[in-house]
């Protein structure tokens, strides 16, 4: 797709002027930043205000032979202005018009500095939480991240882009970034087509389809070829089978990079090797430090090809006919209600991990809040810029909130720190208080890029203090705030009651309260296993059943199933697949979560058992439904989700497969029904043995398995014919 003015600047442009337009620049400095655009450099990070942006489009659109407006870029991940939580825990709120809603004030905020372009959604499915990104993605299911990936780009973008509070949104890391070996960021990823296609590509198909501006090649190798030079998925996949129409952009250095990789000897070797395979902008500068002949290794069919996509996506931002923003109208601060909109999705987002009553706090008169959260500002996240509004603490906002109760702070330990003699000073606080907060968690330093840890533990000594204030026989409960799934195993059967609150952004601390006295309802569920040790990863739910599934010999309750299965293994089944020293399954499994009302659940029913294969490749669906009562005193959200179980396929088949969500609040006593349709997209699976892939759907039998968590989904058979 072009238009005139783009094919007939293309006419007109030198080469130089074409490599300008395929480059953006990071952390330019102000003069560097006017040279480089005078220059003709065709996009730029540029974190500043309208006027500063203004002035830097100015140089380029009066001071440049063709005046060819910048593209803008910035990391925009969750939020601008305004910091919502981080997209892990957007995921855990299992609502994507709240994670639409977020991205486009975001966005409304971005735009209106003059920042067009923002290097989020991160679709970067992982299931090994040692990997500090996982902060930046929705988790390890892949229908959750399309779902909530493709509601991101469609709040960025909204309905045109070039509307004053759209941005260019970018799918990234293209592809399978989520899954490096070791859990250490921009590691090797190896792993096979069948798991390509189910998994990674999946999400990012789903924002291709949602009309993604751009999308950004990974650092990782994919099966040994790194994905700036990977032609077979940046051309053959993405721009060919996909028919991608907008932009691909290296990461940060990526196309230097493929030096140590070591499948380029020079940097004019790389840049070939990058633009050949279909990379359309560098990040970082690259082709400039190139003379011409070196540049000529790209032919000029892929010259103008980028160039063609780079100047579509300014045509389509509206840049070339409103280059400027209008400084008045500038969001400089958060909004009140872009504040409400954060403090309800830090809320949603919030999960119950246990609680055995102690929550909601009933009007407490004597509250301690101790751990090194209960006055810290640090709960905005990784990926902030520095336009982020700073968060409040939980203990003003508990002041504010219990205004009549005595509220002491005493963090008793520091966050990092091996020091833990604080804490007998905490226990004589305690003493005659109706109850302890305990705010522990991450701080946002150990959490995203480059952040990898091997010992998913709280650090420093916090869990001694959890055991502490366990032992003093006050009422206690935890709020954890973190950027990935720990493992709590060394304190969690202490505590009474445990709030996932995750990072929540610039309004976490109101939230937190909030939930914490009843004003909002913790109805989230865990977009990640939480394992039980380091030892257990990467885990996830939709795992294989392996031909020696272990099980529990049925020595568990029945809130146990056997989706790799949670509890002690059955020892007398020697040779299955567990550990000789750890109990089998995840101490939270993925769709985990509760809230404060009670709900009562019909079984589900399907509209037909059986379906033939050819009305479902036509198109047909059926429909699950659950009835679902609000059987407390209390407004509370369900959240239905709808698992596929394949129980005889070509290849072997996931244990469970989420293929359907909704999430609802319903008051009480009312009752409502869920209703969701399955079909080819739903039944479907890649089969990767063939020469092409292939979507297909098996006949046979299915079970959809429907409830409010994975563990106590009931299952209802449908047979394809
Ligand atoms: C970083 C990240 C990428 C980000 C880019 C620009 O290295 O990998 O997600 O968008 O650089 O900051």
């Known amino acids: 797709m072009t238009t005139d003015r783009v094919q007939d600047l293309i006419a007109r442009m030198t080469p130089e002027e074409k490599w300008g337009q395929l480059q953006i620049i990071f952390r330019p400095h102000r003069a560097d930043a006017e040279d480089l655009v005078r220059r003709g450099l065709g996009s730029v990070f540029w974190p500043r205000s309208a006027a500063q942006t203004n002035a830097l489009q100015r140089v380029a659109v009066e001071q440049t032979r063709l005046g060819i407006p910048v593209l803008v870029g910035l990391d925009v991940i969750h939020g601008q202005r305004t910091i919502g939580p981080v997209p892990l825990a957007q995921a855990a709120s299992f609502d994507p018009e709240l994670v639409r809603a977020l991205a486009a004030s975001a966005a409304a905020e971005a ?59 970018t799918a990234k890391h293209f592809v399978a970034y989520g899954q490096p070996e070791g859990g250490r960021d921009y590691n090797t990823v190896d792993l096979s087509p069948h798991r390509l296609r189910n998994v990674h590509l999946e999400p990012f198909w789903a924002a291709v389809a949602a009309g993604a501006a751009s999308i950004m090649a990974a650092f990782n190798t994919v099966s040994g070829v790194p994905m700036h030079a990977h032609r077979g998925l940046l051309t053959g996949v993405l721009k060919e089978e996909w028919d991608f129409d907008g932009i691909v952009v290296g990461d940060a250095d ?178 005659g208080c109706d109850v302890v907060v305990v705010c522990v968690g991450e701080p946002s330093s150990l959490s995203g890029e480059a952040a990898s840890r091997s010992d998913l533990r709280l650090p420093g000594r916090q869990a001694d203090l959890i055991r502490a204030v366990a032992g003093c026989g006050i009422p206690f409960v935890v709020v954890l705030e973190n950027g990935r799934p720990l493992v709590v195993a060394d304190w969690i059967d202490d505590a009474p009651a445990v709030l996932e609150a995750w990072h929540g952004g610039t309004e976490a601390a109101r939230a937190i309260v909030d939930v914490l006295v009843g004003d909002a309802e913790p109805a989230g569920r865990l977009p990640m296993s939480f394992p ?40 007398a089944e020697k040779f299955t697949s567990k550990y000789l020293d750890l109990e089998l399954g995840p101490q939270f ?6 809230g404060y009302a009670t709900f009562a659940r019909s079984a589900p029913a399907v509209s037909e058992g059986c379906v033939r294969l050819e009305e479902l490749e036509a198109g047909r669906s059926v ?44 008051a009480p006593g009312e009752t409502t029904t869920f209703g969701m349709d399955i079909g080819f997209e739903q039944l479907g699976f890649w089969r990767t043995d063939a020469a092409a892939a292939a979507f297909v759907v098996e006949p046979g039998l299915f079970r959809l398995h429907v409830g409010s968590t994975l563990t106590t989904a009931v299952p209802v058979e449908l047979r394809v014919e």
């Open 589 to 594: 499994a993925f769709g985990h979560g509760g």
């Open 532 to 571: 039980r040790s380091a030892g257990q990863v990467p885990i996830h739910y939709a795992h294989e059943n392996t031909g020696r599934p272990a099980t529990t010999g049925g020595t568990l309750t029945t809130d146990v199933v056997d989706i790799g299965v949670q509890g002690p293994a059955n020892v």
């Open 111 to 169: 735009r209106s500095g003059g920042v067009t372009w923002t290097f989020s959604p991160m679709l970067d499915v992982s299931r090994d939480p040692r990997w500090g990104r996982v902060v930046e993605g929705f988790g390890e299911d892949v229908h959750l991240t399309a779902v909530m990936g493709t509601a991101m780009v469609r709040g960025y973008q909204g309905e045109d882009l070039a509307g004053a509070g759209a941005i260019a949104a």
């Open 623 to 666: 429909t699950v439904t659950i009835d679902v009562t609000n059987t407390s005193e209390r407004s509370g959200d369900d959240v239905i989700q709808v698992y596929v179980e394949d129980v005889v396929a070509s290849i072997a088949p996931p244990v469970r497969r989420l293929v359907a969500f909704d999430r609802r609040t319903l």
């Open 254 to 431: 990526g196309v230097r990079n493929l030096l140590p990789h070591g499948v380029a000897e020079d940097l004019a070797d790389a840049v070939g090797l990058a633009f050949g395979a279909g990379l359309d902008v560098e990040m970082g500068g690259a082709p400039w430090d190139l003379d011409d002949a070196a540049r000529a290794r790209v032919d000029t069919a892929r010259l103008d090809d980028a160039v063609t996509r780079v100047l579509m996506l300014k045509e389509r931002l509206g840049l070339f006919d409103r280059p400027y923003v209008d400084e008045a109208a500038e969001i400089t601060a958060p909004t009140p209600a872009s504040r409400a909109l954060a403090r309800r999705a830090a809320a949603r987002s919030a999960v119950l991990l246990k609680n055995d009553g102690t929550l909601p706090l009933h009007a407490p008169r004597r509250v301690l809040l101790t751990g090194p959260f209960a006055d810290s500002t640090d709960h905005l996240g990784a990926w902030t810029q520095s336009f982020g509004a700073a968060a409040g603490t939980i203990a003003d906002a508990m002041r504010d909130r219990l205004p009549h109760a005595d509220v002491r702070v005493m963090s008793g330990v520091d966050v990092l720190d091996d020091d833990a003699e604080g804490i007998p000073a905490v226990l004589a606080a305690a003493r």
